[in-house]
């Protein structure tokens, strides 16, 4: 039986020392992909990390992770780029990953930000970044190329999300984050200060330059009884605002008040948004909106020759699909396999 | 009985040869053995084991570790840490204290990092469905703790833990025996803390450097107080009270930015049973109320959020014999809850009445056991579904005995599935399943050694499952899924006292899992396995002894688990191995016992959720002395 024994041990250390880890033999990727399109997943809720999808040539799952060997961050936000940058902002990991558009490989960690959201180019070598910090205030961090040290921070109103840049001024939509907000702040490029707030609609979450016209397209608020029941009275629908830099005008309410409208996006001349995860059209003339496509869709992207992106989540935890739609009329051209939750397309052009 | 040794360690060697197998629990259970709980008239017919929790610094999570049969999962060192079983979710999987579900009405899951198995006199087990007798929820399994009970003699006891990641853990005990009167006492204090700031690779950087976990400190103190200070109706009354606050750091997962989240947990809980035990009845009163709160922090967005909620239960129970071998069981069982939370926007309710019965006949001398009965809830005032169960035993001779199970189950939505602002439905239908299972005990006895083994199969069949969707991008709990697990599961040891009175024991375990979802709104997903639900985990165990010194060796390997449903990504499987070395010695009245144990001996890395690493290679140390005296 010592033998036994002795064998046992033997054994058990024999499985502790063949458990070895498979080693990771991918090469990481040192050209650019080329053309095509970039499709930026938010990643698994609550866990795991967001990625980016390539599809062109060839086809890449994950091309931040391939390129750079590292993920991206928990949870993928938004994308905006230049010719010589490329932002990812990663937003429950309080970053932005600054990236060579072309090839993807990382140039900078914009770090210790809070809850960022959306990136936008204000000046030569200055980028805004919209930031929530708490439930009642947010802010607009400015950094600076090439080393994207910050040189500037603003306070804005609450869940700051898109920023657009109009009429020299910067328009910060606050959403309302965790609570409730119906404002954007106005803030002027040559001063960097908040030079106006001007009430909107409920919950701003969207902005498309039409023209000389600013839309603002907002979710509206629910209230809620203490029977759990939806409070109509209190309660507001979606709507889409005209905004200028003194004030605003609404132009369009939802009479569907259990739908939160989003993704107010300009694809060629054409107004589309979400409306209950449909496709819907805005005519700015008539100020009228139009079923274009029914059908579950989380986010809209704008692309080249009149085509709009559509992403379906699929259920939220599997790989989700990106349709190429025809703007005008809503067929599809094309579709392509993503990540866990698309939420924005960007074409690539080399 | 040469056979089965063989077939045991062939079983055994095949198990340490194959990658994906893993190995032991040092002593860690005894085997499953058929249990009927004194403490419960109407207690289960099905097979349980008893786990060991040891005499160390424990936790519920870290006793079920290398339990073959149960699937943990753990959100970070820190976070929550919840059980499931039989491939269902962690809350079909009850968990119950006295009798009493300790699982929160809000989340239907208990965190088994709040349960210090030192307060508890013991830790079973029950894979198998059993809502007839413990009540919504109890779909793939059961825990039960059992709260101390009398001892023969007095006893004062000190114990002081120590180990890596600034562990330090002291438990105070002490007890006096019964009396003539019928009068025992017996108290438990516990204060645990730790840091949790060990090192880890981090694999989302390049060249995975070393870094400490941050936000990762927690801290637990818990009283356990028992007693029966005196007797009604020539019966006694027993009472437990257990006083629980806890303090813990939230850490980020490495794909998140830094995190300064914190959580507060706090429990009072009080049972008081009562039991008359008759001549050809038993009849049982036992009355508990429970009140739990938890403070949730997030600073750097400002936020706190309060929850709580108060139970109040009671049960009558009675078993009698009605003729000869036939004994008839029946229960009442009343439950008020009441709980708040910051998005409930007001308190919210529940009321349960529960009806229990039961008829059970058992052979005299063929070894038949037949049992079958029924539970009907009735929950805010209306009747849900029913839990019928059919169970037969037969013991064919002293070593063989076999069991089946048919029983239909339940689960209540949560109050969070209900109450959830804004999304969650009050319309929900409650859960209901169908389950078959089938056990088989065998145990040999030969000379200085024995063989046991315990194999099972089950089928489990879940129906209008709960889960929450993202439905217009918002989370939204709906009744859609249907999910069947099937599966098996097989548990062996054997035990030889050698020469210079030596002891070994060997203990292996498997379960291999199927659970697979049946219908859901993306088809693509139909027939794929349940996220996080490994296909099969196994655990061995070596533990030898020679007079006061024990060694032994725990190892187990948790297969890879898929993280999104379309299985597009998966955790890879991990084995992990543990070391623990224990002696004793007495002197006079008194008594020490001492430890030294490594964790994760091989120092891998793993992790139960993506980018949440536990800890590596870690030691513990401690020592126990402990006063008796008759």
């Known amino acids: ?350 | 009985m040469r056979r089965f040794m063989k077939a045991f360690f062939l079983f055994f060697l095949i198990a340490i040869f194959c990658p994906a197998f893993g190995q032991h629990t040092d002593s860690v259970f005894s085997l499953p053995e058929a249990t009927i709980f004194a403490d419960r008239l109407y207690a289960n017919s099905g097979f349980s084991h008893t786990l060991d929790t040891g005499n160390q610094s424990n936790t519920l999570y870290k006793a079920l570790l290398f339990e073959s049969t149960a699937n943990i999962r753990r959100q970070s060192i820190s976070g929550l840490s919840t059980v499931s079983l039989r491939g269902l979710p962690a809350a079909h999987t009850k968990t119950l204290w006295n009798g009493f579900a300790v699982q929160s009405p809000m989340n239907g899951v208990a965190d088994l990092s709040l349960l210090p198995t030192q307060l508890f006199a013991s830790v079973q087990l029950l894979s198998e469905a059993h809502s007839a007798y413990f009540g919504s929820g109890a779909i793939g399994g059961v825990i039960r703790l059992k709260p101390f009970s009398k001892s023969t003699e007095n006893f004062a006891q000190l114990a002081y833990h120590t180990g890596s990641w600034g562990l330090h853990s002291m438990q105070v005990s002490a007890g006096l025996a019964e009396n003539k009167n019928g009068q025992w006492l017996k108290v438990s204090a516990i204060h645990e803390q730790r840091k949790g700031n060990f090192s880890f690779p981090d694999r989302t950087q390049n060249q995975s450097p070393i870094r400490s976990m941050e936000n990762a400190a927690a801290k637990i103190q818990a009283i356990m107080l028992s007693g029966s200070p005196l007797s009604l109706l020539n019966s006694p009354l027993e009472m437990h009270i257990w006083l629980q606050q806890s303090k813990r750091e939230l850490p980020a997962s490495l794909t998140e930015g830094s995190s300064l989240a914190n959580q507060d947990d706090n429990a009072v809980r009080l049972a008081m049973n009562w039991r008359q035990i008759k001549q050809k009845s038993n009849h049982e009163v036992r009355l508990a109320w429970f009140y739990d709160d938890l403070v949730y922090r997030n600073p750097k967005i400002q936020l706190e959020a309060f929850s709580n909620s108060i139970k109040y239960m009671a049960e009558f129970s009675s078993m009698f014999i009605i003729y000869q071998n036939w004994v008839l069981k029946t229960a009442l069982l009343f439950e008020h809850t009441t709980a708040f939370a910051d998005d409930y926007r007001s308190k919210r309710n529940r009321r349960k009445i529960n009806g229990f019965a039961a008829i059970q006949w058992q052979a005299d001398k063929t070894g038949w056991q037949v049992e079958a009965g029924a539970r009907l809830p009735w929950i805010d005032e209306k009747f849900t579904a029913w839990s019928p169960f059919l169970a037969i035993r037969h013991r064919y001779s002293q070593a063989h005995e076999t069991g089946l199970n048919i029983s239909g189950n339940y689960r209540h939505p949560t109050l969070n599935d209900l109450y959830w602002v804004p999304n969650g439905d009050p319309d929900l239908k409650s859960e209901t399943s169908r389950q078959i299972s089938l056990t088989h005990q065998a145990a040999f006895t030969e000379g200085l050694s024995s063989f046991k083994v315990f194999p099972s199969l089950y089928v489990i069949h879940v129906k209008n499952m709960i889960q929450w969707l993202n439905i217009n991008s918002t989370w939204h709990p709906v009744n859609h899924p249907e999910v069947l697990s099937r599966g098996a599961e097989l548990k062996m040891s054997y035990t030889q006292s050698i020469s210079h009175g030596i002891t070994m024991k060997i203990t292996t375990g498997s379960a291999y899992t199927r659970a697979q979802l049946q219908t859901h709104p993306n088809e693509n997903i139909v027939g794929n396995q349940l996220t996080f639900t490994p296909y099969q985990k196994h655990t061995n165990a070596l533990m030898t002894e020679k007079g006061n010194y024990k060694l032994s060796i725990e190892h187990q390997y948790t297969g890879s688990r898929y993280t999104t449903s379309d299985q597009s990504a998966s955790m890879p499987g991990f084995h992990l191995i543990n070391m623990h070395l224990s002696g004793k010695l007495s002197f006079w009245k008194a008594g020490m016992s001492w430890h030294f144990k490594c964790n994760n001996l091989l120092n891998k890395y793993y992790e139960w959720f993506p980018y949440q690493p536990m800890p590596g290679r870690g030691f513990e140390a401690g020592i126990r002395v402990n006063f008796q005296s008759t």
Not at chain 1, 12 to 21: D, K, M, P, Q, Y
Not at chain 1, 93 to 119: C, G, H, M, W
Not at chain 1, 219 to 225: E, S
């Open chain 1, 1 to 350: 039986m010592n033998t036994l024994y002795k064998f046992t041990i033997l054994m058990i250390l024999t499985v502790s020392i063949t458990a070895c880890n498979k080693t990771d033999d991918e090469q990481p990727i040192q050209e650019g992909p080329g053309e095509g399109i970039l499709i930026f997943n938010e990643g698994p809720f609550m866990s795991g990390t967001g990625s980016v999808t390539f599809h062109g040539e060839t086809s890449v799952d994950n091309l931040f992770e391939t390129v750079n060997g590292r993920p991206l961050g928990n949870i993928v936000q938004s994308y905006s780029q230049n010719d010589t940058y490329g932002f990812v902002v990663v937003n429950n990991a309080d970053k932005v990953e600054v990236v060579n558009p072309v090839t993807f490989q990382s140039i900078a960690t914009i770090s210790d930000l809070s809850s960022p959201r959306y990136v936008e180019k204000i000046a030569d070598k200055l980028w805004a970044i919209s930031e929530w910090t708490t439930e009642t205030n947010g802010r607009v961090t400015v950094v600076e190329a090439p080393d994207f040290n910050v040189i500037k921070t603003i306070a804005v109103g609450s869940g700051p999300e898109h920023l657009r840049v109009f009429e020299n001024h910067l328009l910060v939509l606050n959403s309302g984050g965790y609570g409730s907000s119906n404002t954007v702040s106005i803030i002027s490029l040559n001063t960097m200060e908040v030079t106006n707030t001007v009430e909107v609609c409920d919950n701003p979450n969207s902005i498309a330059l039409h023209g000389t016209h600013v839309y603002i397209m907002c979710g509206g608020q629910k209230i809620y009884n203490a029977d759990f029941t939806l409070n109509e009275a209190e309660s507001t629908n979606g709507s889409i605002a005209e905004l200028d830099l003194t004030g605003s005008q609404i132009v369009w309410t939802s009479d569907q008040i259990q739908f939160r409208p989003n993704n107010l996006t300009l694809t060629g001349q054409q107004l589309l948004f979400l409306n209950g995860n449909s496709i819907y059209k805005f005519d700015p003339v008539t100020m009228t909106s139009a079923l274009l496509r029914d059908g579950y869709y989380y986010s809209l992207s704008a692309g080249s020759n009149n085509i709009l992106y559509a992403s379906d989540p699929a259920d939220f935890a599997s790989k989700g699909t990106v349709y190429a739609l025809d703007a005008s009329n809503g067929n599809v051209i094309s579709e392509y396999e993503a990540g866990i939750i698309p939420t924005q397309v960007v074409e690539k052009e080399k």
